[in-house]
């Protein structure tokens, strides 16, 4: 199969092409860097022409308020592409528990992407992983202050994005879900805890301390970031991935 990947130069865009070469297809990587804007439309009908399936992985360069308009427009130009173009699969990455908490800009702009697609003529299938192991240090640095990180007890369930990569690869090459499928790592961990065995891993000489006010995912609610019963579980362990 032909596969347009749009964000396909990103970090799980990289891996996601990687992959679908890997098995036979025709993964074809297109981002701004190769002339595709899918917030101006420029090149984005040349990127779906003749492909059978059309992999969406760009992302909002904010997380704020301006993030819905974002994934409007650019949901907006790539579906109106892919319909003409004749498209018979997207597929987008989202995120675990995306529609749960609307106290947050980017979650309510990515529930706003899904939505979009769902409402078009294309067969689709929507990818929601959980946190990535690769943003937790970043999550981290967000309550740090001096030697000391406040972090909350909210129950996350990190996932290594060489699984979520491989995982959206199979997707893509499978037939349209028309639904959604949660994808996750093997453990769920407190957030205060994810901290604890990041910091012990790198030996890094700061202290973490229980803040349920801190951080973005401090408004997340029991368990709306961790995959449902039916999750399809990657194998990647995040202290396996840390060491």
Do not use: C
């Not at 679908?20 to 040349?46: F, K, R």
């Not at 769902?118 to 929601?128: C, F």
């Amino acid at each position: 199969m032909k596969i347009a990947v749009i964000g396909g130069t990103g970090l799980i865009g990289s891996q996601v092409v990687k992959n679908l070469e890997a098995a036979g297809h025709e993964a074809v990587p297109h981002s701004l860097s190769t002339g595709v804007n899918l917030l101006t439309g420029e090149g984005v009908v040349e990127a779906v022409a003749d492909a059978d399936v059309v992999v969406n992985l760009t992302n909002s360069p904010t997380f704020d308020e301006a993030s819905p308009a974002f994934f409007q427009t650019s949901m907006d130009n790539l579906v109106t592409a892919s319909e003409k173009g004749g498209v018979g699969h997207m597929v987008i990455l989202s995120i675990v528990g995306v529609d749960q908490v609307p106290e947050l800009d980017y979650y309510r702009a990515k529930a706003l992407q899904e939505d979009i697609l769902k409402a078009g003529s294309i067969p689709y299938s929507i990818v929601r992983a959980t946190q990535f192991m690769e943003f937790m240090e970043a999550t981290m640095s967000w309550t740090t202050d001096g030697d000391t990180v406040r972090l909350p007890r909210t129950p996350l369930q990190p996932i290594a994005a060489a699984d979520v990569a491989r995982m959206v690869a199979e997707v893509a090459s499978g037939p349209p879900l028309n639904g959604t499928v949660d994808i996750a790592g093997p453990d769920v961990f407190p957030l205060e805890e994810i901290g604890r065995i990041t910091i012990a891993a790198k030996g890094d000489g700061r202290t973490v301390v229980v803040d349920d006010t801190a951080g973005m995912f401090a408004v997340a609610q029991g368990d709306v970031l961790i995959g449902g019963s039916d999750a399809r579980i990657a194998p990647t362990h995040y202290r396996d991935w840390l060491s």
